[in-house]
């Protein structure tokens, strides 16, 4: 982006000395092109492409960035520039410096339960231990919170009443971690605590400049890795009217501090939106300006035509809103595409989706459901991962426990068999097992952790030679007593498709095998019947076919995807890092507020705008605030650019609830006070 191509503030953002600077770059001001008209500005200036380090939000938004620099430098330079998220930077520092398998949150959650559940609290006083999925997410707000002391002083001090149990939740995360570290596991928090511990051990800095957007929701985790990083200059952008990620740790005093942080530092404001309408933005500006100001701007409307003012809609009841908003859309003539309906709880997502589903609307819908959650999506990437690690434990335990009479519990068993019997390499614990070595062993029992003997008799494992394969008859791991035929069977079809997997691993060769297996087949056979399945219990013929369809439509998806990767373990991780910004479809975008951030349409539908809802008051009353829920509500009405319709519903029928329009409708002066 020449620096011609800017405006006056843009160009001499781009065009600072280098040192600490912040740019303050509100909704529609042009952001993208001032950090690409920085990155031209450092290239021109001596700087070479291993010099500069850009952190997005998204990796969505770092390849634009990158392409748009391809532009004027050419590809080949600007593919040198490191660029992406910092859990992607971080994956691929520690990708060529360590061995690292890189899993999803709820994957490690499943192991951090197991753990969990061995132990015995103490019931008898008033305050109940957190369940385990509470203290997991506990424990990712106490890694981004970068705190110095242990997680037992951290909960200890926000949850007095949890001193008690707080010994035993530091046993369990202590397990956890190690359990971790022996199988090179890591979440996207352990990336970044890596990345960190690596680079502060370097002598010298990696880069001479670091760019950061999005600044106002960084966390003190990842702030930590700015400074760790040790970079020279910094170039942070970002809008602290945008900061909306306070749930997942982001922490506006960040950019609130930057000029109290660097001594030299220098601010810059973009203040000319090119985004949306005089009217759309004079409402924003109307909500945003009853949050403390921390740094002054006044944006001025470059965007210029005849606008129709933002359109507020009273509905009687909710699902009466979700039909009218559909309608209204079916009436707009607008392309699908260019149309986004936006909404603080994912609860309304499913109301609003099946009145758009009524009049024949496709839709697509982004920060709930993803693609990668399907259960056959997720067999499909867990069985890429035990090929190419034979010790990835929780990719076993995922994909054996579909088994009939299997479940997780015997799939980690049987994991665990093959382990030993392959001397640590479970590959070669199904094809050459070990003949010293005894598949199963008996537990010890552990008072400590309220663990009994698990004791077994072993059965013959020569007991279903008829129903399997020669090359699987009397494989020690069928002396498991509580594996059944079924079990065996499907042992069996599991053995013969790892068995006869391609000699070349390229991803779309692998996937189309899984594709092919009898295995997948049959586990995608028993989904489809699932889900067809109506309240009778009766299987209904046409959503059977419907739910094979769809199965068939998302694994040719993944194969699609798989096609832009030779190598298996790129593709694996790609898979885990990008699927936070997918989505699947075409048509409408249903959007949560956290969702829709970064992007920009024609029109904007912003539903639910009852108090209670919008602002979301549960959530203020745990963790949030009222400033940031009225940021929220900022940043939905910018991604409208030229139409924004407003609606809220006076009663919810099926739940029995009336409801109060929302406080922001007021203090934006579309409703009056005692309407």
């Given amino acids: 982006m020449p620096l011609s191509n800017l405006n006056q503030e843009q160009a001499n953002a781009a065009s600072a000395p280098s040192g600490h600077n912040l740019i303050i770059a509100s909704a529609g001001t042009g952001k993208t092109s001032t950090i690409v008209g920085r990155i031209a500005h450092l290239l021109r200036n001596g700087f070479v492409p291993s010099d500069i380090l850009l952190l997005t939000f998204t990796n969505k938004a770092s390849n634009e ?140 800095p990696l880069f001479k400049e670091v760019l950061c957007d999005e600044y106002q929701d960084t966390n003190p985790l990842q702030d930590s890795i700015l400074d760790a990083l040790h970079a020279p200059s910094l170039f942070c952008v970002g809008d602290y009217d945008q900061s909306i990620y306070a749930f997942n740790g982001a922490d506006i005093r960040i950019i609130s501090n930057f000029t109290n942080k660097y001594a030299d530092s220098r601010v810059f404001t973009l203040s000319k939106n090119y985004r949306s309408s005089a009217h759309i933005l004079n409402l924003a500006n109307k909500i945003i300006e009853k ?21 507020l809609i009273q509905y009687d009841e909710l699902f009466l809103q979700y039909q009218g908003i559909a309608r209204h859309i079916a009436s707009s003539q607008l392309p699908y595409e260019e149309v986004a309906i936006i909404f603080r709880n994912n609860s309304s997502a499913d109301g609003i989706e099946a009145s758009l589903r009524e009049l024949k609307i496709p839709s697509k819908r982004k920060g709930s459901m993803s693609f990668f959650d399907a259960k056959e999506v997720r067999l499909m990437l867990d069985i890429c991962s035990l090929v190419y690690n034979p010790r990835d434990m929780m990719a076993y335990i995922h994909t054996l426990s579909y088994g009939k009479g299997i479940g997780n519990s015997i799939a980690k068993e049987i994991y665990e068999a093959l382990f030993r019997l392959g001397d640590g390499d479970c590959k070669k614990g199904m094809f050459a097992p070990n003949p010293d070595i005894t598949a199963y062993e008996k537990k010890a029992k552990n008072t400590q952790l309220g663990l009994f003997d698990d004791f077994f008799i072993l059965e013959s494992q020569a007991r279903f030679d008829t129903f399997v394969s020669d090359i699987f008859a009397s494989h020690p791991i069928l002396a498991h007593p509580k594996i059944h035929k079924d079990g065996a069977v499907f042992l069996n079809d599991f053995f013969e498709m790892i068995y006869h997997v391609p000699s070349v691993r390229s991803p779309k060769n692998l996937i189309t095998h899984i594709m092919q297996s009898s295995f997948f087949k049959n586990i995608c056979f028993t989904l489809a019947t699932q889900r067809a399945r109506r309240k009778d219990g009766e299987v209904d013929s046409q959503l059977f076919e419907n739910a094979q369809e769809s199965i068939k439509r998302k694994a040719s998806l993944l194969y699609d995807l798989s096609r832009n990767y030779d190598d298996l373990g790129k593709f694996l991780n790609a898979m885990i890092l990008g699927s936070n910004e997918a989505s699947e479809g075409s048509g409408v975008n249903l959007l949560s507020v956290h969702a829709s951030k ?73 409703l009056n006070e005692g309407e």
């Fill in 65 to 204: 960035m990158i392409a748009r620099v391809g532009k004027i430098f050419g590809e080949s330079l600007a593919k040198n520039i490191e660029a992406g998220t910092f859990h992607a930077v971080a994956y691929r520092y520690l990708q060529k410096h360590s061995t690292i398998h890189l899993k999803q949150p709820k994957e490690l959650h499943i192991l951090f339960k197991s753990l969990y559940e061995k132990r015995i609290f103490n019931l008898s006083g008033s305050n109940a231990p957190y369940s385990a999925q509470y203290l997991y997410d506990l424990y990712s707000l106490f890694v981004n919170s970068a705190a110095h002391c242990s997680f037992g002083t951290w909960i200890t001090e926000k949850y007095p009443q949890q001193e008690s149990h707080s010994a035993i939740y530091e046993d369990v995360i202590e397990e956890f971690k190690a359990l971790k570290a022996l199988h090179h596991y890591a979440d996207y928090n352990d990336l970044l605590l890596l990345y960190r511990q690596s680079i502060e051990k370097l002598e010298k």
């Fill in 291 to 311: 949050n403390e100001r921390i740094y002054p701007k006044n944006l001025e409307v470059i965007k210029q035509g005849d606008f129709s003012p933002p359109k």
């Fill in 598 to 670: 970064g992007l920009e349409f024609k029109s904007v539908y912003i539903v639910d705008l009852m108090d209670g809802r919008f602002p979301n008051r549960k959530l203020i009353t745990k963790s949030g605030s009222l400033e940031e829920e009225r940021r929220l509500f900022y940043v939905a009405i910018t991604r409208a650019k030229e139409n924004l319709i407003l609606s809220f519903a006076s009663r919810d029928m099926v739940k029995n609830v009336n409801y109060s329009p929302s406080i922001f409708l007021y203090e934006s002066g579309l």
